[in-house]
């Protein structure tokens, strides 16, 4: 038997009993980084993202210019304004855009068991569902987790010019009582010139007053969904400020390179500079329509495709009017059949609505602006949001029922007569990837 000194013995010992406390550390520090709730934002960006810092996304890679020199992570937009530790950015951060997709809402729930701030029953499928468990918080937030849209609503408008009737809910929270919208999270981006109708159905804007409008529903925000005390005027600021300097927009497209090159306007460059303006014509890309290189070729011609009426006698710049924006200049919302009872997905709500004067009837999935007009020729009525950085953040619409480009433009031709050739398809989808 081999003998050791007791001198030998204790030093063994001392080095086993190190190892074990190295490896309880380890496995503990490995817990708390995964239970611990992060920023999306990537680590690596510490206080601040250069401008023009390309991220990568399935078209390529976006970046955002801000005109504060550079987007600056330490303002108000990122800290917790509530109770439930949200903050501005934990739902809107650069790598989508400034908005937040599935893919990044399943990273947040796998990293931290679904204990990240962005999970909060104000936004689960019904906020009388069980959390308690891992498995039970995958099943109450599904609809982030698959759609990436937040539960929105309320009740219905009193004295509105239509009535609610009846109700189809499969998460069992919508009544007639009690409206339930789901929404994606709009990007805040692009505003310089864009429209001054905020939210998607309008609720917070002031006439045509953007920042007032903004002022209003980050109000609103923080003493609603972040569930905090009212903000101060000089957080408000602070916010609005931030969000108002971001231009965002593809910068890259692989084969066809930077946006920007070669005579492109392409990039959140160039568009921080462009006036508003309205007309609804692109023209970043005139540059490249008889360009050598393929790919810059068919983005030319996808644009060109969107500025021209189609053959059915429908162009896109009807309710794209802001020039190189893609927003509408005149601040109107309109019905593009996303709220329709056609394209109904099982997961969402219908609800079925009379003329009260009329007794017409009418069934959507979101009441629209007419929940906050009382209007019926209201109800069903968007925003149209800025097209840029539309690669980084889909799905698209306002309930997410388009998962890709492609889709979008599909629902087009299926709900309002468009007619493209597969040629043309392609064409319009690699100019939207370039947006």
């Known amino acids: 038997m081999k003998r050791y000194s007791s001198r030998s013995l204790g030093l063994r010992i001392g080095v086993a009993v190190a190892v074990v406390a190295l490896i309880g550390l380890a496995l503990g520090l490995a817990y708390y980084l995964r239970s611990k709730p992060r920023s999306p934002t990537s680590s690596k960006y510490q206080n601040s993202i250069p401008n023009n810092h390309p991220i990568g996304n399935s078209g ?18 990122f800290k917790a304004q509530g109770t439930n530790g949200q903050s501005c950015a934990t739902c809107h951060i650069p790598e989508d855009a400034w908005s937040i997709t ?161 005579g492109a306007r392409g990039g959140p460059e160039a568009l921080s500079t462009m006036p508003k303006a309205g007309g609804g014509r692109f023209n970043l890309f005139d540059a490249w329509a008889n360009s050598e290189n393929p790919k810059r070729a068919q983005i030319a011609r996808g644009q060109a495709v969107f500025n021209k009426t189609n053959i059915s006698h429908k162009r896109c710049g009807v309710c794209h009017t802001s020039a190189n924006n893609g927003a509408d200049i005149n601040n109107r919302l309109f019905d593009i059949r996303t709220a329709s009872e056609e394209v109904r997905t099982p997961d969402l709500p219908l609800y079925t609505f009379r003329n009260k004067r009329t007794g017409e009837i009418l069934r959507l ?67 939207l990837n370039a947006l």
């Open 102 to 262: 599935p893919s990044t809402l399943q990273r947040l729930f796998d990293e931290t068991d679904g204990k990240h701030p962005v999970f909060n029953p104000i936004d689960a499928n019904n906020p009388n569902m069980d959390i308690s468990t891992v498995e039970a918080r995958r099943a109450a937030y599904s609809m982030l987790l698959t759609r990436g849209v937040f539960r929105r609503g309320g009740a219905p408008r009193p004295d509105s010019e239509w009535e609610l009737i009846a109700v189809d809910d499969p998460h069992g929270f919508a009544n007639l009582d009690q409206l339930v919208h789901w929404r994606r999270a709009m990007p805040t981006i692009n505003f310089a010139n864009g429209s001054a109708t905020v939210n998607w159905d309008g609720g917070s804007t002031v006439g045509t007053d953007q920042r007032a409008g903004l002022v209003n529903l980050t109000t609103r925000l923080i003493t609603g969904s972040m569930q905090g005390p009212p903000p101060t005027e000089e957080a408000i600021a602070s916010i609005v400020d931030f969000e108002s300097s971001l231009s965002t927009a593809q910068l890259t497209v692989p084969d066809a390179g930077r946006l920007d090159s070669d």
């Open 365 to 431: 999935t979101d009441a629209g602006h007419g929940n906050v007009t009382g209007r019926w020729d209201d109800l069903g009525l968007f925003k149209t949001p800025t097209l840029r950085g539309l690669a980084a953040r889909a799905p698209y619409f306002h309930n997410g029922i388009a998962a890709t480009l492609e889709d979008v433009v599909r629902h087009y031709e299926r709900n309002f007569g468009f007619v493209f050739t597969d040629e043309e398809r392609a064409d319009l989808v690699a100019f």
């Open 60 to 77: 390529g890679e976006a970046a955002t210019f801000s005109t504060q020199g550079a987007v600056n992570l330490t303002g108000e937009y």
